[in-house]
């Protein structure tokens, strides 16, 4: 008997399968694999055909990931460190929240427009950053969400 429960809008866990992961609701593919091939500049438009995700899934993956992102906990330290490669946090800048690298724009507010449908270049020139530095966001989005385990119970 499947267990699936939904821990965020269009995203589920099913306890039979999916080993915890949060995955698409009603399909097996996991958030952490669309933002994997976000990150690493597929197009939305190829991802339909290669995940076979809707416009509608990979937009519930990106704000699972905005929600998570923003849900990590603060730098309280008052130096700048890299925390994964392109993010930085500063207890001095956005009151410690992972930003993109060399800017004062945190990752959840770079995810939350690509959840609200933005292209990555739109995000980018609307703040000033390189689409390097949106896909960083990306992939630290990526890595916390690999590494998370969500109990379907």
């Known amino acids: 008997m499947k267990k699936t429960r939904e821990v965020a809008p269009g995203i589920g866990v099913d306890s039979t399968s999916g080993f915890g992961k949060p995955v698409l609701a009603g399909t097996q593919v996991e958030v952490a694999t669309v933002l994997a ?11 339909k055909d290669t995940l076979g995700v809707t416009n509608q899934g990979m937009l519930a993956a990106l704000a699972y990931a905005t929600d998570i992102v923003a849900q990590e906990p603060s730098s309280r330290d008052d130096n700048l460190r890299e925390i994964a490669p392109g993010i930085t946090a500063d207890g001095r800048v956005r009151f410690g929240k992972a930003v993109i690298k060399g800017t004062r724009v945190d990752a959840a507010t770079v995810l939350g427009h690509l959840a609200a449908g933005d292209s990555i270049d739109a995000v980018a020139d609307a703040y000033h950053l390189q689409r390097e530095g949106v896909l960083a966001a990306l992939r630290y989005a990526h890595q916390i969400i690999a590494g998370e385990i969500v109990s379907a119970v």
């Open 37 to 47: 091939e976000l990150a690493s500049g597929v197009p939305r438009e190829s991802l």
